[in-house]
């Protein structure tokens, strides 16, 4: 069961007190530009890169974006178990480090992460506490015009890409939250939302899993006070 749905007796308790947002939408989506835009505005979010073993792509800065290993040196992380999910795309690997992301959100930090849906689908079954989110584009043809414009890769393999845009929104059942971005500044106010509304969750702060967030006021000891009955003064 994810984080976001069942009951508060029937929700994951929350390993770390910092929340991990796991980003995904089919490649045109825009969701690298939307979390770049909600970073601007909370630098307190941190992101965690993926590493992988394909060549740094146009504008990709190594450390920042990606992560980018010799495989010689991807599989030496991923026995030694520094890696939360691992997969292969293609003639490519790519993997999620544990650190420094859960160090980060043991400290109370959050951290967003972007995967495709297998990564993401792994992750869920590691973090169940974590937060899915799904970018989608307005629509089909616009997801069209994004790749054309982007200019990366043949038009073989842009109709690759549009042909698993088609089938990842399949996955959208999987996710706590499927936003459009039809704006990026948009849909960057709108994972702020979600932010906000995950660590307001019941079951949450009553697993003391979710530290106030800037300009809250520490909870204290009013979580673990018993209740007083209702109409009693």
Request: hydrophobic residues 40%; charged residues 30%.
């Amino acid at each position: 069961m994810s984080a976001a749905a069942g009951p508060a007796g029937a929700s994951p308790r929350p390993r770390f007190p910092g929340l991990l947002f796991v980003l995904s939408g089919p490649s045109g989506a825009g969701k690298g530009s939307v979390r770049k835009a909600w970073l601007a505005r909370h630098p307190e979010v941190r992101f965690a890169p993926s590493v992988t073993t394909r060549a740094p792509r146009a504008g990709e800065r190594a450390g920042v974006d990606y992560v980018f290993l010799e495989e010689e040196a991807f599989e030496a992380r991923r026995r030694s178990g520094e890696l939360a999910e691992w997969a292969r795309v293609g003639d490519h690997a790519y993997g999620t480090p544990r650190q420094p992301m859960e160090e980060w959100l043991g400290r109370g930090v959050d951290v967003v992460v972007e995967k495709d849906v297998q990564g993401a689908m792994s992750l869920k079954a590691a973090y169940p506490e974590a937060v899915f989110v799904f970018i989608l584009p307005p629509s089909s043809r616009e997801l069209r015009r994004r790749m054309i414009l982007r200019g990366s890769g043949s038009p073989e393999r842009r109709e690759m890409r549009l042909a698993d845009a088609a089938r990842e929104p399949g996955y959208i059942g999987e996710y706590d939250y499927a936003l459009v971005n039809d704006e990026v500044e948009r849909a960057a106010e709108l994972l702020e939302v979600i932010r906000r509304a995950e660590h307001c969750r019941a079951w949450r702060r009553l697993a003391g899993g979710s530290p106030p967030l800037p300009g809250e006021e520490p909870a204290g000891e009013a979580l673990s006070a018993p209740l007083r009955p209702l109409g009693e003064e």
